[in-house]
């Protein structure tokens, strides 16, 4: 999750704050809406009367008995529809300079009362995270409707949905575009309880999955064979998937433990898995013949009782629930998708599975077959043995990194220097890097913007006493991309509210770009053979395996709004046959073995649902901006892509490169790979 973990604070507060009044449907009559709207084109003679019309619905949809009568609501829009586009420009920008103010502030507060908890340089002490976890910033977009600022700009800066925006993409204005973009703070009330239950539930699956470890060491086959020390403990799925991953470089046994693994995730899905072996060590399982043993002895055990499913149903309950609030995104894949994304689930339906039906799958996997050296297993969706050995010895990186890096303080002033290796020149690379602030953390560090113009990101990283080694320098370089883009899209951006990339995918974009050059910063010239052959087809295999996992997320809660009033038992069945389904159609064809359910076993399916796609849209737009930059002048480009702010997905994509978002340049990208090993 580390990867996007970050920026995304703005989006959240936008979508997550409603009503602290019980009466929670709007009081005003469509029947009033419509003759409102033609008593006011009348009187004010607007000729065309589209955007009023949108603006009065949209400002009744929020509206609620506790803002007023009817009759007050009417006097409210006559009194508050600004005809005069002079008017309206000058109100706009007094807005946006006001909305800078709060959030940049209570950003900048957040983060300073953050500090002790995220920098090692504070003595530390449990109030730290009491106030740390103070969020100050949650009443504004209440207080907003309680003093009509909101319906201000309901009524005169209404929303467009995904599909509007996308219909006028090429035609709006950069002006047109900022007043979208203030149109998208105020789009729905939803009664907070409804808010809470829905936290409620996704906390309840994150107790869940955190709780949920597997004593591998206790695991046994019927020849009574242990795989794992005895004090091994595994989180599904992430620890489960990473010791898979782990075993490619272990000739001794390592293939034997990726199998028992890979039965117990089939266990896990299927629920199978005895309720007595989850998060207990005190007995012996076989997963292959799902045999529990208590001191030697075969003994009876019960299976989970379909909760892995229930908690996919209190998720899906709890956010239906809240589907009524939305007039334009009224189901929880469109506010995950049009709202969250800006990327319809159908059109990321389109992209991902154009990839996974690619002939690359099957001339990629021929590769990996060559290489282990025999057939494919499912499990094998985490192939690792495309890492390349770097022709350098990290001890030697760590030697420099630490003498260059002793301290904060030192990354800090080397930022314009970095930049400048880069292609900056001097004066853009001092200004980039004075609006960068490196600190000390205490975890393995993050990157946290500035939300206001005069403040500076953060480069949060882990430097140990002897100073940085090559690990962090490496995660660093990462977070120093996303503070470039935090940079450029905050201070370069023409209007406040277009601030921003599209989505969270894009920041992980540059940072992933910036990290790909650090060996470059440091001076090397690292010509490993076949290193960036390898590192294509290692990110191409691993978006082959997130892409499958995504559709398959899809799929499910698609299944869900058919079948809303399926038990658990029932998502179970209908998971498992759709992730076979899937499977056989996009991964069977490559593995030779039909009707897995591995995709299933992912742990964001029942904690942060319909999430899995921003890891794919990572690896889309890196592949996409890294094709574009290649034969150009890296800063230049940069920085004029990052200035566009948060157009949608796909318009951004269009201005930087030409083309439509596509995972067509990793494909390429995979094919040029596939010729150069050859
Ligand atoms: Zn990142």
Redesign the pocket.
């Known amino acids: 999750m580390?990867?996007?973990?970050?920026l995304f604070s703005a989006w959240l507060v936008l979508s997550s704050f409603g009503d602290k009044q019980g009466s929670d449907v709007s009081n005003i009559e469509t029947n009033a809406i419509s003759q409102l709207i033609n008593d006011m084109t009348n009187t004010n003679a607007i000729e065309d009367n589209t955007l009023l019309a949108k603006g009065v619905k949209h400002a009744a949809n929020l509206w609620r008995e506790s803002d007023g009568t009817e009759a007050q609501f009417e006097a409210f829009c006559k009194k508050n529809y600004i005809t005069d586009p002079v008017e309206r420009e000058m109100v706009f920008q007094k807005v946006s300079r006001n909305i800078e103010i709060i959030t940049g502030h209570f950003n900048k507060i957040t983060l300073d009362l953050l500090e002790p908890v995220h920098l090692n340089i504070f003595e530390q002490h449990p109030i730290d995270n009491a106030f740390g976890a103070y969020s100050v910033g949650s009443h504004w977009m209440n207080d907003f409707y309680q003093n009509k600022i909101a319906f201000m700009i309901a009524l005169n800066f209404p929303a467009y949905s995904l599909e509007e925006k996308e219909a006028n993409a090429k035609d709006w204005s950069r002006k047109e575009w900022a007043y979208a973009r203030l149109g998208d703070y105020f789009t729905a009330r939803v009664p907070s309880e409804l808010l809470q239950a829905a936290g409620a539930a996704s906390a309840g699956s994150d107790v869940y999955i955190m709780d949920y470890n597997i004593h591998v060491g206790h695991l046994t086959d019927k020849k009574g064979n242990r795989f794992f020390p005895e004090d091994k403990v595994l989180l599904s799925h992430w620890n489960l998937r990473d010791e898979i991953k782990a075993n490619y470089a272990n000739k001794n046994g390592g293939l034997e433990k990726q199998k028992i693994i890979y039965q117990v995730m089939q266990r896990i899905i299927s629920q199978e898995i005895p309720e007595k072996v989850i998060n207990n060590g005190g007995f012996e399982w076989d997963p292959y013949a799902n045999q529990v043993y208590q001191n030697g002895k075969a003994i009876d055990a019960t299976p989970e009782p379909n909760e892995r499913y229930q908690q996919i149903l209190n998720n899906f309950h709890a956010n239906k629930a809240i589907d009524p609030y939305y007039p334009d995104q009224n189901t929880f894949i469109k506010r995950q998708y049009d709202g969250a994304k800006e990327i319809s689930a159908e059109a990321t339906e389109k992209i991902f599975t154009d990839f996974l039906r690619s002939e690359e799958t099957v001339k990629v996997g021929k590769l990996i077959k060559k290489r282990l050296g025999r057939k494919l297993q499912p499990f094998d969706i985490w192939y690792d043995g495309f890492k390349a050995r770097s022709g350098m010895d990290e001890s030697k990186l760590d030697a420099q990194t630490r003498g260059l890096y002793p301290n904060a303080a030192a990354l800090e002033a080397d930022l314009p220097n970095l930049l400048v290796k880069l292609g900056y020149d001097k004066e853009r690379a001092q200004w980039l890097g004075d609006h960068i602030a490196v600190d000390p953390a205490r975890g393995s560090g993050h990157?946290w913007g500035g939300a206001a113009k005069g403040q500076k990101a953060h480069l949060r990283t882990r430097i140990s006493p002897k100073g940085m080694d090559y690990k962090g320098y490496n995660i660093a370089i990462?977070?120093f991309?996303?503070n470039v883009e935090q940079t450029i899209s905050l201070y370069d951006v023409d209007n406040f509210t277009m601030n921003g990339v599209p989505n969270t995918a894009f920041?992980?974009a540059l940072?992933?770009i910036f990290q790909k050059r650090d060996m470059l910063l440091l001076d090397i010239n690292d010509d490993s053979p076949q290193k960036d052959a390898l590192k294509k087809l290692d990110l191409f295999w691993s978006a082959y395996e997130i892409m499958g996992v995504s559709v398959l997320d899809i799929r499910v809660w698609k299944w869900l709004y058919a079948n809303p009033e399926a038990d658990a038992a029932q998502l179970s069945d209908a998971t498992m046959q759709i992730a076979k389904e899937v499977w056989n159609e996009f991964y069977s064809p490559v593995y030779g073995v039909k009707d897995q359910t591995i995709l299933a076993i992912y742990s964001h399916m029942l904690n942060s649902p319909l999430y899995l796609s921003n890891y794919a849209f990572g690896n889309v737009i890196e592949f996409q901006l890294e094709q574009h930059l290649k034969g150009k002048t890296f800063p230049t480009e940069v920085d004029r892509i990052f200035k566009q702010g948060r157009l949608t997905p796909n318009q951004w994509m269009v201005e930087a490169t030409g083309n439509d978002l596509s995972a067509q340049p990793l494909l390429k990208a995979a094919k040029e790979a596939l010729e150069e090993l050859k």
């Open positions: 580390r990867k996007f973990l970050i990157a990462h977070e991309g996303h920041t992980e940072a992933f």
